[in-house]
């Protein structure tokens, strides 16, 4: 397997590489030169596996420069004792509507799906090379926390996390903030997501800053999250159809709602449709920040400044430019480096990109559409679904079942994608159901522990100052 960039200025590399790299060094985001295709025999086949087997052979179809018995290995401590029993339990809702459970990992979030595998497996190339790395990231939410548990005192590696000030749960900042870890660095942005993921990209793409300090990336840009989530694509289909027989299954195709703000969850399902998984459809599914909906329902993409980044109760979802919706354009124009450049070039020049003409499409070839879901919605959602199976949801994963109840069709079965447990935003859970979800003495504790951060302006200068001073060599 080889892989290029999104914007056509980066050689082939293999999965290795890219894995330490994230940012392509052209600015664009790493993508398959081919995608690689799993016939429908090859998934049954995989049936029997455990998750930790089923993630190596699907993540295997990816990184084919490592040796099979390491990518098993790598893919068993990522997906161990530190998930509590099923790592992806799917748990009906009702005839139609099923939870897929992401959120079993040590931060109760689903990044820990491709996190704990990023922090098993960039470890492994690390020691290999002989090299160090230092982690930049965004995070608007479970992306940090994610990230800092899975590298928290790995050697060789340092991990400098930006995360808006005041725009996360209290739940959320005590998972980052309350880590002592030497090597990991919080630095609160004063600002939105979107400017911590600005400045994560502008030093990506300072190249000399970047070798100097040997930073690489592990925010949804990353392509190898994005492997690690395909795996769960494969493994709830999978258990989809396990009750069904043999020409049920050949005859299956689930459709998928995906909550979505950076469009890096909803990408591995659609790479997971392109590789050969039988996926209906993709229901994208945003909160009143909804630019992706408005780009999948009218076919223009317009980015939103600051100002007009709503803070929500879905504030994961709280992002206005979606980084990975570039790899889903490249797709969409057939990875033709001037076509896309052009639309680069456009969507910096005038603050919007207008792909109408490519509408159609979206549907009939990609099988994506979009809905909406307000904070009245994610109410009534996390109400129906506590009253409907006894279930307590998350808000982001309610916006994910109000789009499912909304643009399901009458013969789709729909796996809705949780994507955090619902301890982690009391607030909207008390709201809507009048207590909030029982919550452990170990999770009690954390929010009580010190926290400690980098308060810093948004200023790109004062974030490259703080790196090189506290970098790992």
């Not at 926390?145 to 930006?162: H, K, W």
């Not at 703000?261 to 909160?287: C, D, E, Y």
């Amino acid at each position: 397997m080889e892989f290029v960039s999104t914007r056509g200025g980066m050689e082939p590399a293999n999965f290795s590489d890219i894995l330490l790299e994230g940012l392509a060094p052209d600015g664009g985001l790493v993508v398959p030169k081919e995608i690689p295709r799993v016939e429908q025999d090859e998934i049954e086949s995989w049936r029997g596996l455990a998750y930790p087997q089923l993630a190596a052979k699907v993540i295997g179809k990816l990184w084919t420069d490592i040796d099979i018995a390491d990518l098993e290995g790598i893919c068993e401590r990522a997906y161990g004792s530190q998930f509590s029993g099923d790592i992806v339990p799917l748990r009906k809702v009702d005839e139609q509507i099923t939870l897929v459970g992401l959120s079993e990992g040590p931060t109760l979030a689903f990044k820990d799906m491709a996190m704990q595998f990023l922090g098993e497996a960039i470890p492994y190339v690390l020691t290999k090379r002989g090299q160090t790395l230092n982690i930049l990231g965004a995070t608007s939410g479970d992306t940090g926390s994610a990230a800092e548990y899975a590298f928290r005192s790995q050697p060789n590696v340092a991990v400098f996390m930006l995360s808006p000030q005041g725009r996360m749960s209290e739940f959320q900042r005590a998972q980052m903030y309350s880590l002592p870890d030497e090597n990991i660095h919080n630095i609160a942005v004063e600002g939105v997501f979107d400017d911590c993921q600005n400045m994560v990209k502008e030093l990506n793409g300072d190249l000399k800053f970047k070798a100097a300090n040997t930073l690489g990336t592990v925010n949804s840009i990353n392509l190898g999250r994005v492997a690690a989530q395909v795996a769960y694509y494969f493994w709830a289909w999978l258990r989809a159809t396990d009750a069904l027989d043999e020409t049920g299954r050949a005859e299956f195709e689930a459709a998928f709602s995906v909550p979505s703000g950076n469009f890096g969850n909803i990408f591995s399902g659609h790479l997971a449709k392109q590789m050969g998984l039988p996926v209906r459809r993709l229901l994208l599914a945003t909160n009143e920040n909804n630019v992706l909906d408005e780009f999948f329902r009218t076919g223009v993409y317009r980015p939103r400044n600051r100002e007009n980044t709503l803070a929500t109760s879905s504030p994961s979802m709280d992002i206005s430019k979606a980084s990975n919706l570039e790899r889903f354009v490249y797709h969409l124009l057939g990875s033709d480096a001037h076509r896309l450049r052009e639309a680069w070039e456009k969507l910096d020049a005038t603050g919007s990109l207008d792909l109408s003409a490519e509408l159609d499409r979206f549907i009939g070839e990609f099988g994506i559409v979009s809905g909406k879901s307000t904070h009245n919605d994610r109410l009534a959602a996390i109400t129906w679904v506590h009253e409907t199976n006894g279930e307590i949801i998350d808000p982001h994963t309610a916006d994910g079942v109000t789009v499912a109840r909304e643009l399901a069709e009458p013969d789709e079965n729909v796996l809705v994608l949780e994507t955090a447990k619902p301890q982690k935003f009391a607030d909207t859970v008390i709201e809507a159901l009048g207590f909030e979800a029982p919550v452990g003495e170990e999770l009690a504790d954390l929010l009580g522990r010190p926290q400690r951060t980098v308060d810093m302006a948004d200023d790109s200068q004062v974030l490259r100052d703080y790196i090189a001073e506290h970098a790992v060599r």
